[in-house]
C-alpha cells in the first residue's frame, strides 16, 4: 500500500487561495485588515444574514486565515498572525504569496 503523500507548499496554498476565491470570505479578510472585529462590526461593512457570516468565519478558521478571540458573549476576529502581510493593514500573506488590496480604478 502506498503511503499517503506530504502536502507540498503550492497544495497548501492552493487551499488557501481556494477558501479566499469566494466573494464574501474575501470582503471578510479585508475588513479584518483595519483590526479585529465582533461578527456584528464585521457585518456592518458587509449586510449578509448573520448564520451565512458564521459560516464563512469557520472556513476562514479552519483555512487558519483568522483567529477568534471570546470578550463576554462577543467573539472578536482578527487576521491571523501568520496571514498578515508584510505591510500591514494592506494584505495578506499566504506562505507563497501575497494578497494586497488597493483601491479599484476603473480605466478610463
Known amino acids: 500500500m502506498k503511503s ?12 488557501k487561495l481556494r477558501v479566499l476565491a469566494d466573494v464574501t470570505r474575501l470582503a ?3 475588513a479584518l485588515l483595519d483590526g ?10 458587509l449586510k449578509i444574514d448573520q448564520s451565512l ?6 472556513v476562514l478558521r479552519e483555512a487558519e ?7 463576554g458573549k462577543a467573539v ?3 487576521v491571523a498572525p501568520d496571514a498578515a502581510a508584510t505591510v500591514a493593514g494592506k494584505g495578506l500573506n ?7 488590496f488597493v483601491q479599484f480604478r476603473p480605466r478610463k
Do not use: F, Q, W
Open 94 to 100: 499566504l506562505g507563497c504569496c501575497e494578497i494586497n
Open 28 to 30: 471578510v479578510m479585508e
Open 65 to 71: 486565515l483568522v483567529t477568534n478571540r471570546r470578550e
Open 36 to 45: 479585529p472585529k465582533t461578527v456584528t462590526e464585521i457585518n456592518a461593512k
Open 4 to 15: 499517503p503523500r506530504k502536502p507540498t507548499t503550492s497544495d497548501l496554498c492552493a487551499d
Open 76 to 78: 472578536r476576529y482578527a
Open 53 to 58: 457570516l458564521s459560516h464563512h468565519l469557520k
